[in-house]
């Protein structure tokens, strides 16, 4: 306020009776005014200043004098608009306590008593009064920086970590693009998921144990069983249900597969006369589906409700608020294995494919059927599953050394199944790969319902039941150190926030180099960066090329690799043909027998699988080979270019593991070994070249299906494997831009905080310290993540 005071007094010889009131608006306006224009700001504060009791009448007239006031101030007397705008002229100076203003402002009214503007004595006066501002020490408050909270696993651990993580450089991060990238890294973060594959045949007790799991009974449990289709069960805050219905090219295959499956012509005899007229209405061309509340759930599910509407769903979607699957986990509840309606299976096979964890169950009094141990040995040995859970249910119903008993009677099972497969050699891979849990999933439940004193009655503890030693299981299984998806969602996303930082750091290390060079200097690196923009720009629009010439390369190869799989697949028919002829030729001629349907069976299983496997592994193989020397080219090019470019490894292997490692067809064969084993009975035995013919009709119709199914499954991830591909090879050249505008954008800054009076370099390096330190703190606790995996 003595500034004011003093002003007044020397300029107007008036003393203020009372404080100064300011007009909070016009004062804000003032500020944002010496923020955007400065030299503007000073200009019109001259003029305001400069006016006394002396030269009012004359310089008031003028037109800049006019100008000003009609600008910023309102329409009083001007003699009282002039000590208005004078005393928040100076309140505004004292709050900015920028002396660069301060002497711009001299330097301006210098210039004015040298044109005889204003006397010798006011510019003394005026002088006197601006000493009097003090510059206001602006102090760089320390940052704060956020503590991640723990978790109960490795996985929620990391996850927390790097939420906080993200967290703290949003406060620190200065350039949009890094922005941007923390927000996709969030999104990336809270869409993690984890899957979870249950199987079993009929009756094996599947929805006890997931409601003993999930704390409540959402699904159906019965004697005869509920579930009847393939069920999705996600999370959700306010639960409902999504129906699929098959389309009508799907149901056309269930049609075809009836006329060789009795068990599905049954079914499908049922479903037509059962809807009658509206069968269209559900069978659609497109598909049908249909968002239902959870309680309406029974009607479409269950294969004991009067609608009979679980005939024509072909899949569900459960969304429900359980805690259980709060962290992202997902459960693919299957039909049973025994399911008649063979194309479910397919499907189930397919969503199986690509689940974290599989569980299959057994039931303790029925353990080791033939659909068991074929699954279990096809899981591992064709599904790559790398461990198999499987949980022996309903251990209340037997002993203690029974259940023993099963356990062995399930290996021993398994060893004579890969035995008749000529895989007796895998045994001990396939057998270190299980791991059994015996489990008594109804008491179990009881427990997690608050009725556990019925459970503890019949000597079954929480711990007896297994459900604690499941959950145990799981959470080390999706969430803990040695779960590959969860490392992955970490390693990729950490690798993604340490990139920001190291950006970040890069970014303000340069700018503080710029704030210790002199004007000439950073006028000639941005002059050299413009110089530069040209071959950028250039080196881009090859890159550009390069991968618009790579995509059609791509595109035209995919058709060669399609081919090339429908070739394997001609072959696998004529192998498999040769040997079921063969060995039908030797047994009727040779033993004059027909031979046993379970050898002609286990030889399609065998031979369709192996051939399924092989096919998948030479397509893999002949991408792969592809992708690398296309990926060589890609790093060649960028190695042409700057030294930064060079840094840039495409891995051709890295990129097929991430997109092609859950790559698998799946076919059921028991269309296929009908018609076989129909054939070979109707002419094996009397002719020969009559069963050869027989055997090539029903070869062709079932390969003719898996044809059209691997090109169903090949178009679709052969687009997303040419996008994913595009985008890999562009992502150095787009790094590569980004770091050339950001650096354009500091120069630009450096420029044009050369001409900024008002600039003051030590408090912008106070901050970029500070900044710097939350970086490297945010380093620091990514290593930490880092050196536990």
Known sequence: MHVI???????????????????????????????????????????????????????????????????????????????????????????????????????????????????????????????????????????????????????????????????????????????ERLNQTHERLTKGDFSIGVTGVMNAGKSTMLNALLGEEVLGTSVVPETANLTLIRYAQQPYAIVHFWNRKEWQRIEEGATRLKSLEAFVHESKTHFGTQFESFITPQGLSQTIRTDQLAQFTSAKHSDKKCNLVKSVELYT????????????????????????????????????????????????????????????????????????????????????????????????????????????????????????????????????????????????????????????????????????????????????????????????????????????????????????????????????????DMQLYFTTLQKFALQRLETLQGVLKRRIYDDVSYETTKNKRLPKEERIASMIETAMKDGMVDLIRDYRYEFEKKTHGMFEYMNAKYGEFQHESSAVTLDARSFCEEHLSTLSVFKNNAALMQGIESAMHRHAKSDLSRFSQECDLVLDEEFAQIKEMIEAKLVPMNAALLQAFIAQCEAPAHTLEMRFVQEGELLEKAMHRIQDQGFRREVRLDEIGEKERVLLCVRDELRTIMEAQ
């Not at 179990?444 to 039941?465: S, V």
């Not at 992955?488 to 704030?515: G, W």
């Open 321 to 552: 608020d359980l805690n259980f699957l709060k962290e992202g986990v997902v459960i693919v509840d299957t039909p049973g294995l025994d399911d008649p309606v063979v194309q479910r299976e397919e499907i189930t096979v397919s969503y199986l494919s690509e689940c974290d964890l599989m569980i299959h169950l057994m039931n303790a009094a029925q353990a080791a059927t033939q659909k068991d141990v074929d699954f279990i040995i096809d899981a591992l040995l064709y599904r790559n599953v790398a461990q198999l859970l499987v949980v022996i249910t309903r251990i209340d119903a037997v002993r203690e050394d029974e259940l023993e008993e099963v356990i062995t009677y399930t290996k021993q099972s398994i060893e004579a199944r890969l035995r008749e497969q000529n895989k007796a050699s895998r045994l001990d891979d396939v057998i270190a790969r299980i791991v059994f849990l015996p489990m008594a999933g109804k008491l179990a439940l009881l427990h997690k319902l608050g009725r556990g004193e019925e459970a503890l009655a019949l000597g079954y503890n929480q711990q007896k039941t297994g459900i604690l030693a499941l959950e145990a299981y799981l959470e080390e299984v999706l969430f803990g150190e040695k779960s590959h998806k969860a490392r992955l969602i970490v390693s990729s996303n950490r690798k993604e926030l340490e990139s920001i930082v190291e950006s970040a750091l890069s970014a303000f290390a340069h700018e503080k180099r710029l704030l210790d060079v002199s004007k000439e200097e950073v006028a000639a690196a941005y002059e050299e960066h413009q110089a530069q923009k040209g071959r950028i720009a250039s080196f881009l629009e090859q890159i550009k090329q390069t991968l618009n010439e790579s995509r059609n």
């Open 5 to 179: 005071h003093d002003f007044f007094l020397l300029i107007w010889n008036e003393r203020l009776q009372q404080p100064a009131v300011f007009d909070e608006t016009l004062m804000d306006a003032l500020m944002r005014f010496a923020a955007r224009d400065q030299d503007a700001f000073c200009d019109h504060l001259t003029i305001v200043l400069m006016l006394t009791p002396q030269n009012l009448s004359s310089v008031a007239s003028l037109e800049p004098t006019q100008t000003v006031f009609t600008t910023l101030f309102s329409n009083l007397p001007m003699q009282k608009t002039c000590m208005y705008a004078q005393k928040h002229a100076l309140e505004c100076l004292v709050r900015l306590g920028n002396l660069s203003l301060v002497v711009s402002i001299e330097e301006r009214l210098e210039r004015l008593r040298k044109e005889g503007i204003i006397s010798y004595d006011a510019l003394r006066s005026l002088s006197s009064v601006l000493a009097l501002i003090e510059e206001k020490k602006v102090e760089t408050l320390p940052l704060e920086i956020k503590s991640a909270l723990g978790g109960k696993n490795y996985y929620q651990k990391a996850l927390n970590l790097l939420q906080t993580a993200i967290s703290n450089l949003h406060n620190v991060v200065e350039n949009d693009t890094f922005r």
